[in-house]
């Protein structure tokens, strides 16, 4: 069956694998609640959430990629069946009147090491926005909140994606083809952005991100219903709930961080407004006041004006096949790290191209398995994404249970008898996701409730974005990128135009990074809000964004991330910041550099989320970074390299 699961080679078997999972979690709550506080609490919380991840991560995957729409089907309602079960132990009380025993028993407490007191705290944490610690009243009100909760979230995530139609006369005939037409009225259904017609950019952002009063409602009742609920279970604001276990852990850190970065890009980003009102004047002199319609465009127009990088040049070197070896080469010598294809058995994969890696260590055998799910095939979702399949674990008998995760990618299939060959993106994109996949293939935690990936969301993207960092680097990339008929290398000129080219515009980018993240801490923060989501959004625009806000748009009502990454938007731009110490400071020198691979694996890829976060940064840098380092480490990426610059200038 699927990933080797006997049940699942039909559709049926996910009833059967989820009734397993649920009978096998009723003996576990049964077990949790009669065994005497201690370290074996852990354990079968521990064991419990994997019974049931085992079936609910596989569903998860299943329910978005198989082709097949009956497994689609059988695993989506298997993933709401363990939904379910889980909403209802997080209130059973008591299995959290079990593991609360464990809490605040001091002496037990200390006894246990770091990452077992860790996992303990976070189921807690985990049972705690349940109101499951709160009197009857109170707990009745979490409870009715999290369910409102949840039914803003997605009645907003449907709302931020509906397109906004709009009486066809009022635009001009001669633009109105771009838009979808349904009788009398066209459809606007993004923001056009990369069109170069300034006017249909216009046009699709003021109809697009008009202000709608059902939507702003909506937003409006779930960020109070959010801090109310944060409130009852003891935080002083939404955001201080969601930073917790954190690498930045409170509100406050997250504020200098995005201030500090937000005054040092101001001149950068200044320049950058230049350079696209410059070109703007030149492409369209009559209206050259640069808009908010008019960044990624006119950047974009720069980016190609000043270095011209066709991907079809770079293609031909980044066959699918060098990219692996390069991968495979590099991961060789980092860490002694082998990937070798393994034979599938039958219904074991869930399409033709999927290929299983084994991953090897030299001196310690088998690590785990990658399916690469990696080519575009109708009904498969068009995103590159890193999915855990199963956590890796300490079983009861001593062995170690291996992690199983899913690469997916959307490369286009080559024809018949030609290699698939990758834009530079595309390969940048596959080193990225690899960059997740080692993170869970070389997590070695106890627990698999903070195997690899599950760890903190601002730490979470550090081992991916460092893989970027590697994918750009000259050196290593020469060590696989070859034409794959000539079997000439790339030149490094194209290399280093490439990276030079990224930093087109680079501050102005990270700059609206910087106020998305900002407008998200304020939403969840102090409430009742000072003013409306609209004005907050008009106010932070002009003092972190610096392009004008026009009037009647209300684009935080497209801001769909609110919904998923509540109070965490700024995580990547953390995350980016780490990778970017540790790619300077560890690999810059030599990106082969053995000793410092073991210590990256040591010190950050071997805990998961079973250490804070900020504690695997200070190992691994060796180091107390503080806030101002971080910023310095993302603003001094966007510097030219002297040399390609004077070379191209
Ligand atoms: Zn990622």
């Known amino acids: 069956g699927l990933f080797g699961v006997p049940e699942l ?9 989820q009734d397993k999972a649920l009978q096998e979690s009723e003996q576990l709550v049964q077990k949790a609640c009669s065994t005497p506080p201690g370290p074996e609490t852990v354990m079968i919380f521990d064991q419990l959430s994997d019974s049931l991840c085992r079936v609910a991560d596989l569903a998860d995957f299943v329910k978005v990629a198989h082709p097949d729409f009956a497994f689609r089907e059988a695993a989506e309602e298997a993933c709401r069946n363990i939904g379910t079960v889980v909403e209802k132990l997080n209130t059973d009380v008591e299995l959290c009147q ?9 002496t037990i407490m200390s006894s246990l090491d770091p ?5 303990a705290e976070l189921f807690m944490f985990d049972f705690e926005i349940s109101g499951i610690h709160l009197d009857e009243e109170k707990r009745k009100k979490a409870v009715d909140l999290n369910i409102r909760i949840l039914d803003l979230c997605n009645e907003f995530l449907i709302g931020a994606h509906i397109p906004n139609k709009i009486d066809k006369h009022v635009l001009p005939e001669h633009i109105r083809y771009n838009f979808t037409a349904e009788g009398n009225y066209l459809q606007v259904a993004g923001l056009h952005a990369d069109c170069p017609d300034d006017l249909v950019r216009e046009a699709a952002y003021k109809i697009f991100l008009h202000s709608n009063a059902q939507q702003l409602a909506r937003l409006e009742e779930l960020l109070a219903s959010r801090n109310s609920l944060a409130q009852l279970v003891g935080y002083d604001t939404f955001a201080h709930r ?5 690498m930045a852990k409170n509100p406050e850190t997250v504020r200098q961080f995005l201030e500090k970065l937000s005054e040092q890009l101001s001149k950068r980003t200044q320049k950058d407004f230049q350079m696209m009102t410059k070109m703007k004047m030149k492409l369209n002199p009559h209206n050259s006041m ?4 008019d960044h990624p465009y006119y950047s974009g ?11 079809g040049l770079y293609c031909p070197f980044f066959s699918l096949g060098a990219c692996m070896e390069g991968l495979n080469s590099l991961f060789s010598q980092l860490l002694g790290i082998s990937l070798y294809a393994e034979q599938t058995k039958r219904g074991e994969i869930w399409s033709e191209d999927v290929r299983k890696l084994a991953v090897v260590h030299e001196t310690e055998g088998l690590l785990g398995y990658i399916y690469c799910d990696f080519f575009q095939r109708p009904d498969k979702p068009h995103q590159d994404c890193h999915f855990t399949v199963r956590g890796g674990r300490l079983k009861e008998n001593g062995e170690y249970q291996l992690p199983v995760v899913v690469l997916m990618l959307s490369l286009p299939k080559s024809a018949r008898g030609t290699p698939t060959l990758l834009s530079p993106g595309m390969m940048e994109n596959l080193f990225h996701e690899m960059g997740h996949a080692m993170h869970s293939m070389l997590g070695r935690t106890r627990y698999q409730h903070v195997t690899g990936t599950r760890c903190p969301t601002d730490f979470a993207e550090v081992p991916s974005i460092l893989m970027e960092y590697f994918a750009n680097d000259y050196r290593v990339v020469n060590q696989f990128a070859r034409h794959y008929e000539t079997g000439q290398p790339l030149p490094k000129n194209m290399v280093s ?4 080219s990224k930093k087109v515009c680079a501050a102005a980018d990270m700059q609206l990074q910087v106020f998305y993240a900002v407008l998200d801490q304020i939403y969840h923060g102090k409430h009742p809000l000072t003013k409306s ?11 972190v964004y610096g392009l004008p806000y026009v009037p009647n748009t209300a684009w935080q009502l497209r801001f769909s991330h609110l919904v998923g990454y509540g109070a965490k938007y700024y995580s990547y731009l953390m995350s980016r910041a780490v990778a970017s110490m540790v790619w300077k400071q560890c690999f810059a020198q030599n990106p082969f550099d053995r000793a410092m691979g073991e210590r990256y694996r040591r010190e950050m890829l071997a805990h998961g989320g079973g250490k804070e976060p900020m504690l695997m940064v200070q190992g691994m840098l060796q180091k107390s970074p503080s806030v101002e380092d971080f910023v310095d480490a993302l603003v001094s990426d966007l510097d030219h390299d002297f040399e390609t610059f004077i070379m191209d200038s």
């Open 290 to 293: 640069l808009m908010p319609w």
């Open 242 to 246: 969601a930073l917790q276990g954190t």
């Open 497 to 500: 135009r490439l990276c030079e």
């Open 115 to 119: 990452e077992t007191r860790r996992v």
């Open 533 to 543: 989501t609209t004005e907050i959004l008009k106010e932070t625009q002009e003092r």
């Open 9 to 17: 080679s039909c559709p049926e078997g996910f009833q059967e694998a």
């Open 301 to 311: 127009v720069l980016r190609a004006e000043r270095y011209n990088i066709d991907p």
């Open 98 to 106: 079990s593991l609360r025993r464990l809490l605040v028993d001091e």
